[in-house]
């Protein structure tokens, strides 16, 4: 309960120095959602694994999602899919720690306690959706659609769970008449799950120990082993915990089943075997199966839709051959996609290959959204309806350009924890350039998912030192050798932190008419450099960093952007910074005059928009919640500051717990200049993000903890007691970052009321610590403007 004081108390402030609407706004939907599955270090569970993550991405899953991966040591040793989807690394229950008894369902719920308990994700959502390996997204999961409320969380129906209404319940439980037999796909409020996973993880272990009571008439268990003590582990926590499900029988369907008429799942299960003619699928079949890391090899094409329309006259049992076959094309798709993103060459052309790629298939397997009739809490009122009657948003896929050194690998790490943090749509890909020596002693594999393109930091032909050119160059490579369903692609710089999702429909993006963020610097638009460089200087817009546009532009666009890049950086003649604006004069921003320069070519006319990038220790504008920081200039507060170049030849990644020295805390900084507050509130938050991605970096790679007096993190208390304080301070620093323009307007009694209740928030935190038994977390450039890249 101690735990909970900080949040209740954050509310209190929230309510004290906010006005009411902007409280009413912050509590509006869509709220902040995270999608769970868990899975073993094996071959098995990574070809589930790509076929989910492909869904979740075709579907528009909102909110990030992570695969909780339980490892013994000498599986992790020799694992080779830790690139496979983001990850939260959780202790092995297989084998059971005290009883030695084997049962690795025991992982998921304890996986489950365990993020809750340690990732900082848990900390910043409000809503979870758990799912299984074994299933194909169809359409956007999301909680308060489908009715889930504090209290009354959504699931599937597991009729087959007899012991809710037997012996087995009434000894498992103390509330057997609570128990439901759901399960499959689980979604609801965060309290609730903070509340249900040590019951959840408890309870599976007691009736796994039942075992006079594993028998197939008091559990439903076919096989009488005792196999779905984790389900009912779940229906009897649920039950402890006073959670009264809504279910809903028509979410998930499993292939081979028919569903309802009218009726369109939006969930595939195929923990069953099913087939559609002679056609098959058993999943147990390919349990040792390595096909993930086999390139171009796929599961047996089922029949085509052709075919079966031929062989099944009925229209409803037609229907639900039909959904068989688009749950393992599906996973066939996810596997070609995922093969093609390793590198692997393009396969034979098949009549199966070609129907994948066919309008006919993308047709087929768009997504599916829930609408409601009306209002209500009743889940059989809902409906599916097609894609076409509500908005559509196109998919966007995400890249950034790093080399193979240290420098990009701790920057890598505070963008990619970011991006999970921050909604982004999509999936992500670093553009890893690395000559064959550097990639030989590379350490840095495992930070993003990677696609691996030449070094052109020597030009091949000149012999130049530009590390720069290999933004374009690896742009080009990635698009030349990767098949991408996406329609937007959003390119950003390693060096930077993102705080909320960056997509075109927000910001306007169209076919044409790329989004981008201003860069006054490049002055060589308005001079005799764009005369030179480009046909149309007229259509040269001073713009970089941050960049959305749509894939048919990239495609004509990248090739230009590095012939560009390439002639800027040969015309030593205009390095001069008076021709560039490049205060060195030494040819170093030619990477962004190549982008200016290569899309005038196309007349391509950028959406220039201020409100999405800020460099920390610039002046925020009241009321613009920036999406992007840029820390490629030095800031700093007060006496701290950052500098990235400062960090070039520093290990971050590799050396444990290392880290960037702790800016200052929000509530020492003056009040008395709102501009500056806000300025030193969002530089503080940049260092604070770096250093948390650090931290939880160190975590994952199983760093041992240091003891309290040389802990480079100044936090490893057993009790997490000072995490518990930094906890504090970082929502107090959030709450003042949020509600910033509210209290512009607030007379100075008011503002003091805010302090007073600050103050007060740090006490409790303090007093929180003592009573916490909880363990915490620790929440703890480019060099100059001229030189960014």
């Known amino acids: 309960m101690a735990s909970l004081v900080p949040a209740a108390i954050v509310m209190l402030v929230v309510v004290a120095v906010c006005p009411s609407s902007a409280l009413a706004e912050a509590q509006k939907a869509p709220w902040r959602m995270h999608t769970l599955f868990s899975v073993e270090c094996q071959d098995y569970f990574d070809w589930q694994t790509v076929g989910l993550m492909h869904s979740y991405r075709k579907a528009r ?5 992570t695969r909780l991966l339980s490892c013994t040591d000498e599986q992790r040793r020799r694992y080779r899919g830790m690139g496979l989807a983001p990850t939260f690394e959780v202790p092995s229950m297989s084998r059971h720690p005290r009883t030695g008894d084997w049962y690795p369902a025991l992982n998921k719920p304890a996986g489950v306690l365990h993020w809750i308990e340690h990732s900082e994700d848990a900390d910043n959502v409000d809503w979870v959706v758990i799912l299984d390996a074994d299933m194909i997204i169809r359409g956007p999961i999301v909680p308060w659609e489908l009715g889930a409320e504090k209290g009354r969380p959504v699931a599937a129906y597991y009729g087959y769970l007899r012991g809710c209404d037997n012996i087995l319940s009434r000894l498992h439980t103390k509330h057997p008449e609570l128990c439901d037999k759901v399960g499959g796909v689980l979604a609801m409020h965060i309290d609730d799950l903070r509340a249900l996973a040590p019951l959840w993880l408890s309870k599976t272990e007691e009736v796994r120990e039942d075992r006079a009571h594993w028998g197939t008439n008091i559990t439903g ?4 082993k005792g196999w779905i003590s984790e389900m009912y582990g779940y229906s009897f926590g649920a039950a402890d915990a006073g959670l009264r499900h809504k279910i809903n029988d028509d979410l998930m369907l499993y292939p081979g089943y028919i569903p309802r008429v ?34 171009n090899r796929i599961f047996p094409p089922p029949p085509f839709p052709r075919e079966v329309e031929m062989m099944e006259a009925d229209l409803n049992k037609r229907r639900g051959l039909f959904l068989s076959i688009e749950c393992i094309n599906t996973l066939n798709e996810g596997l070609l996609l995922h093969h093609a993103s390793m590198g692997c060459p393009k396969p034979q052309w098949s009549k199966y290959l070609s129907f994948l790629k066919s309008k006919r298939f993308s047709e087929l397997t768009k997504p599916k959204y829930l609408n409601f009739k009306k209002p209500s809490s009743q889940i059989s009122e809902h409906r599916i309806i ?30 990619v924890h970011s991006f999970h943090l921050s909604g982004q749509p999509g999936n992500i890909t ?18 993003a998912p990677t696609h691996y393109v030449p070094s052109m930091s020597q030009h091949p032909l000149t012999g130049d030192w530009y590390p720069a050119i290999n933004k374009p160059a690896s742009v080009l490579h990635w698009l030349n050798h990767v098949e991408t369903d996406a329609d937007f692609i ?40 764009a005369k030179i460089h480009t046909r149309n200087p007229s259509a040269c817009e001073k713009v970089g960093g941050v960049i959305i546009m749509h894939i048919d532009d990239l495609r004509k666009f990248a090739l230009l952007w590095l012939h560009k890049t390439e002639e800027v950086r040969s015309d030593k003649a205009h390095y001069a910074t008076y021709f560039t604006g490049d205060i060195y004069g030494s040819g170093w921003i030619s990477e962004m005059y190549g982008y200016s320069f290569g899309a005038a070519e196309l007349n391509l006319r950028h ?78 938050e940049c260092g604070k993000a770096l250093n948390t991605a650090l931290y939880l970096h160190h975590q994952r790679r199983k760093c041992p903890i240091p003891s309290e007096g040389n802990s480079n993190f100044s936090v490893v208390k057993d009790d997490g007691s000072s995490h518990e304080l930094k906890h504090v301070m970082n929502s107090a620093a959030n709450v003042i970052s949020r509600h910033a323009s509210s209290r512009r307007g607030m007379s100075p009694s008011i503002r003091m009321v805010a302090l007073w209740a600050l103050s007060m928030l740090g006490f409790l935190g303090v007093i929180s610590m003592v009573l916490s038994n909880r363990k ?8 100059s403007r001229s030189k960014n890249v």
């Open 490 to 529: 959003v390119i950003l710089d390693a060096d930077m932190i993102l705080r909320g999702p960056i997509t075109p429909w927000e910001y306007g993006a169209q076919r044409g008419h790329p989004v981008s963020t201003p860069y006054e610097y490049l002055i060589g638009c308005d001079n005799e450099l």
């Open 61 to 65: 899953q909102p909110g990030p999602i």
């Open 221 to 224: 268990d076919i096989y009488g």
């Open 430 to 447: 670093r553009l890893l350039s690395c000559t064959d020596e550097d990639l030989k002693q590379y350490k840095g594999h495992d930070l």
């Open 776 to 783: 915490g977390a620790n929440l703890k450039a480019k060099g």
């Open 262 to 295: 009218g009726v369109e799942p939006i969930l595939f299960h195929y923990g069953l075997p099913f087939k559609v003619g002679n056609w098959s699928f058993r999943k147990i079949k390919h349990h040792e199966d390595g096909i993930v890391y086999d390139c």
């Open 607 to 684: 959406i220039i928009r201020r409100d999405i990038l800020i460099y920390p220790g610039y002046v925020p504008q009241p009321g613009v919640k920036y999406k992007v920081f840029h820390y490629g200039l030095r800031f700093g507060v007060g006496n701290w500051s950052f500098d990235k170049a400062n960090w070039r030849n520093v290990d971050m990644v590799n050396t444990c717990w290392a880290k960037f020295p702790e800016p200052p805390d929000p509530s020492s900084l003056s009040t008395s200049d709102e501009n500056i507050l806000q300025r030193d509130i969002l530089s503080i």
């Open 386 to 415: 097609s894609i076409e009657s509500r908005n559509v948003y196109p998919k966007i896929h995400t890249l950034f350009s790093t080399e193979c050194s240290s420098y990009f690998d701790w920057q890598t790490v505070g963008l």
